[in-house]
């Protein structure tokens, strides 16, 4: 069973993201970058799958394939994934911005060329936190899909994933090929030891562009301004309740 899982390099989580100062994106010039934290969880599930860890058999993976989009330096973020245990690396070299809908039409192109039995991929990135390309993604490909998964379980030919919804945890079972989103809680990724990461330089990472597949990538969206949250003002303490009522009635809250 080859499992793919797209990973993507994105502002690391610890960083305090600055806009630029004509408005027009986030300023990632000397900015620590990292794994979508997301996708992280994704590569160790998948190396669970293959080594046979937690309720996983051993050897449900033969195969685990990683593939990112991005600039030369993502090669960073594909060795961080091979380290952890994946296999090989595909990086589809493109130095824009791509939407949702051109990186769900690439992952497609790889899906027809590697023929993987499962996509398992971060719910979002935390960078656009679009919630969109695992959906797109199943959607191009006509296959089943389970998303925000907090616990998978692979046999008999199909996927069993419980996902967290509003009112609980439901369990689904979809036949693969699938598509599967991963969330926060499935599981802790592990830090790729120093053996493995010496191991990880010597993994195969296929370098590709965006017209090697042939896919349209021309944007459908435009991003008019982007401005930092406002500062939130500092509060007020207040003697008891009855002054509490009568503050929030001059704010005009109740």
Do not use: C
């Not at 369990?171 to 592990?190: E, F, G, Y």
């Not at 830090?191 to 017209?211: C, D, F, G, H, R």
């Not at 003697?239 to 005009?252: C, H, N, R």
Request: hydrophobic content about 45%; aromatic content about 2%.
């Amino acid at each position: 069973m080859k499992v793919l899982v797209p990973v993507k390099r994105v502002i690391d989580y610890n960083v305090k993201a600055r806009v630029k100062a004509d408005q027009t994106g986030v300023d990632l010039a000397n900015v620590k970058m990292s794994m979508n934290p997301f996708d992280e969880i994704a590569v160790e599930e998948a190396v669970r799958l293959k080594d046979g860890k937690d309720h996983h058999a051993a050897g449900t993976v033969t195969e685990i394939v990683v593939v990112s989009i991005g600039v030369q330096q993502a090669q960073e973020t594909i060795r961080t994934a091979l380290a952890m245990g994946a296999d090989r690396g595909i990086l589809i070299q493109s130095d824009a911005d791509l939407e949702p809908l051109a990186v769900a039409k690439l992952l497609k192109a790889v899906v027809e060329e590697e023929k993987p039995d499962l996509v398992l991929m971060g719910k979002q990135s935390i960078d656009g936190d679009n919630n969109a390309v695992g959906q797109m993604l199943a959607a191009l490909l006509d296959w089943p899909q389970a998303t925000f998964a907090s616990k998978i379980q692979i046999g008999d030919g199909k996927a069993t994933v419980t996902r967290e919804i509003d009112g609980g945890l439901q369990t689904i079972a979809s036949q693969l090929p699938a598509v599967v989103t991963v969330d926060l809680r499935l599981n802790t990724p592990r830090y790729a030891s120093l053996p493995n990461i010496m191991k990880a330089k010597k993994k195969e990472i296929a370098m590709k562009t965006v017209a090697d597949y042939g896919v349209d990538i021309a944007p459908r969206l435009s991003v008019l301004k982007v401005t930092a949250p406002p500062v939130r003002s500092a509060g007020i303490k207040v003697a008891d309740a009855a002054e509490l009522v009568s503050k929030l009635k001059t704010a005009g809250a109740i």
